[in-house]
């Protein structure tokens, strides 16, 4: 069974760096789309990217200026940088995995329990 | 960015019942609509698969069908492991958009 546990501070100032990692366990993180999705208190869930094992990338346009995720193999994990972050960031940020069929259905199967991140001085 | 739109945003039922949630989509999407489970501070589960398809392990309580703009989730007898909130997503174009989710409760 596929476990994904996000890890990182919980507060984050203002203008700062969000660092975030999630780590995978029982599986391989190749062959996969790797997922950063956020979900602001009270709003839906918006998805920030993801990142295929071979490290390419795609953001969602809204986030891009700002965004990295970047993936480490040989820890089975990867990463979310959020750089410049105001209130507007406060979020759970969720990791998860990306399931690709070979007719082009993309789903999010294993996500992790997410964690908040507040944005304050 | 293709928005989804559920309806309603909460729901309350009974155990036994039959309840529908309903995600519209500003554009077609084809059929490229999932649906998830979320129980507040766990790991949101995958139920239903581009539209229809029920993903491996799902009660068969659960079904979704619908194509185009319009779909639906329907829990046939809801159970009590069953009141949770519950959203859609579009995976038919990045950037890939969520449903605002609908909160079913007990009555």
């Known amino acids: 069974q596929v476990h994904l546990q996000e890890s990182g501070p919980g507060l984050v100032k203002p203008s700062e760096t969000l660092s975030l990692t999630c780590a995978v366990s029982?599986?391989?993180?190749?062959?996969?789309?790797w997922s950063w999705i956020r979900q602001p208190p009270g709003k839906g869930l918006e998805w920030i990217g993801y990142?295929?094992?071979?490290?390419?990338?795609y953001y969602n346009p809204s986030l891009k200026s700002r965004v990295t995720i970047s993936v480490d193999s040989s820890k089975t994990q990867f990463s979310l940088k959020l750089s410049s972050v105001t209130a507007a960031d406060t979020a759970v940020y969720y990791c998860a995995r990306v399931h690709s069929d070979p007719d082009g259905f993309q789903t999010f199967d294993y996500w992790g329990q997410g964690t908040l991140v507040t944005v304050s001085s | 960015d293709f928005q989804l739109t559920q309806s309603p945003s909460s729901l309350s039922a009974s155990v036994g019942d039959r309840v529908t949630i309903t995600c519209r989509a500003s554009?077609?999407?084809?059929?490229?609509l999932n649906w998830y489970q979320h129980h507040s501070g766990k790991a949101p589960k995958l139920l239903i698969y581009?539209?229809?398809n029920l993903q491996s392990g799902v009660p068969s309580r659960f079904s979704g069908s619908g194509s185009g703009t319009h779909f639906t989730l329907t829990i046939s007898s809801l159970q009590p492991e069953d009141f949770a909130t519950y959203f859609c997503q579009q995976s038919y174009s990045t950037p890939h958009t969520f449903g605002q989710g609908t909160k079913l409760d007990i009555k």
């Open positions: 029982g599986g391989s993180i190749n062959n996969y789309f």
């Open positions: 990142i295929y094992h071979s490290g390419s990338t």
């Open positions: 581009a539209a229809s």
């Open positions: 554009e077609s999407i084809a059929n490229y």
